[in-house]
């Protein structure tokens, strides 16, 4: 870890892996789609999806590539991310519970490497680095950033009542306190060290296409 202040902590994302895929609003269907126009995928090529979690991205991509490999530093998101490849019969991805520091790790050479909401998490500028050398010619990067995952405020009617964002809030200050956590650390600005600077760093990776 080249910053100071943070590490890989196995506590992070402890027993949240099955929340995900019904606690987060996923991604919605047009970001695989814009991502195969943008980049010319044509069902050929390897994807490396670094920090996959439970396949949110990994797996609406899937079928853009001949084959896909996820990895992430969390066993139990992989166990996830492999129960929603089997429920959707998705065969073409490999899991590996890996950090992303490790890479390459005997990955063969991928045609894009994505990071959905997981770059900020890792050594960027060692991860960046790595992922740069293991890139085929040609290749791009994907950083998404922070999105979604509470989803938009619209006017849209929703099939049930909208969570309650503000009193959930309330909650977690009043039984955490004000200072974010994350796993056995806090975050005091509510980033790990560095956080902005992360696409920015990676700008001479080709085909760096960020979608915040
Ligand atoms: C916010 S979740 C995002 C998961 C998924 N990509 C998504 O978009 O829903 C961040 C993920 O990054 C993983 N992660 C954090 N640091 C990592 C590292 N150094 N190497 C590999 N995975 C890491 C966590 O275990 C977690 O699954």
Redesign the pocket.
């Known amino acids: 870890m080249t910053e100071p202040g943070w590490s890989?902590d196995s506590t992070?994302?402890a027993g949240s892996a099955v929340f995900?895929t019904v606690g987060r609003v996923a991604y919605p269907p047009e970001l695989a789609d814009r991502l195969a126009d943008a980049l010319h995928l044509d069902g050929s090529g390897r994807l490396l999806d670094?920090?996959?979690?439970p396949g949110?991205?990994t797996l609406p991509m899937a079928r853009f590539f001949a084959e896909v490999v996820g990895?992430?530093?969390?066993p139990e998101?992989l166990a996830e991310a492999a129960r929603q490849a089997d429920r959707a019969g998705i065969t073409n991805v490999t899991w590996s519970c890996l950090?992303?520091?490790q890479l390459p790790a005997g990955i063969p050479v991928p045609s894009v490497v994505t990071f959905?909401?997981?770059f900020h998490?890792?050594d960027r500028n060692r991860v960046a680095a790595r992922v740069r050398h293991m890139l085929a010619d040609g290749g791009a990067v994907v950083h998404v950033g922070a999105t979604t995952h509470e989803g938009i405020d619209t006017h849209e009617q929703l099939p049930h009542p909208r969570p309650r964002r503000a009193a959930i809030r309330t909650l977690i200050r009043e039984f955490l306190g004000e200072t974010r956590r994350a796993g056995q650390s806090a975050l005091p600005n509510g980033e790990t060290p560095g956080g902005e600077a992360g696409p920015r760093r990676c700008r001479s990776l080709s085909g760096l296409i960020v979608c915040c």
């Open positions: 890989w992070l994302y995900y670094v920090g996959c979690g949110s991205l990895i992430d530093a969390d998101m950090r992303g520091e959905a909401q997981s998490w890792m």
